[in-house]
């Protein structure tokens, strides 16, 4: 099964601004719903490590953060339970100090139902980061189960 979900919005910050939140691992804690209590654990040279629940199970994962040049970087898992998952960010500079934050993410896995689970979790990710550049409400997450 793969699924690919792409997202664009513009965000009342400079492209630079943007870009950083993205290179911050620390904001990861804040960016996806609470209920899977996801957190940085390490960085082992160029591998993030992650923690996650999901289910009422205790995941780790590991992925690299490649920048492309400009506003444009490569997000890729190196190991994550549920299969394969990759992530494109470009970040435009607009007029006024606004920029266009594009998303693109790609999940292949072995299980039937992850396209759909992981989609609620990119809506609430998606209005997570719109909220803390202050353009959205605080996101409410409804687990699928």
């Not at 994962?61 to 490569?74: K, T, V």
């Amino acid at each position: 099964m793969c699924a690919r979900f792409s997202f664009e919005y513009d965000l009342p910050a400079e492209a630079e601004a943007v870009y950083r939140y993205f290179l911050e691992i620390e904001n990861i804690s804040t960016a996806w719903p609470p209920e899977i209590e996801m957190r940085y654990i390490s960085r082992e040279d160029d591998v993030y490590v992650v923690g996650f629940k999901l289910l009422g199970q205790r995941y780790t994962a590991r992925f690299r953060i490649e920048e492309l040049g400009g506003f444009r970087m490569y997000h890729e898992t190196v190991d994550f339970p549920f299969g394969k998952l990759r992530h494109w960010i470009t970040v435009e500079p607009r007029e006024g100090g606004w920029s266009k934050l594009e998303e693109v993410l790609e999940l292949r896995s072995w299980n039937p139902f992850a396209g759909n689970i992981f989609r609620r979790i990119l809506e609430y990710r998606r209005q997570s980061i719109m909220h803390a550049f202050g353009v959205s409400e605080p996101p409410a997450y409804r687990d699928p189960f």
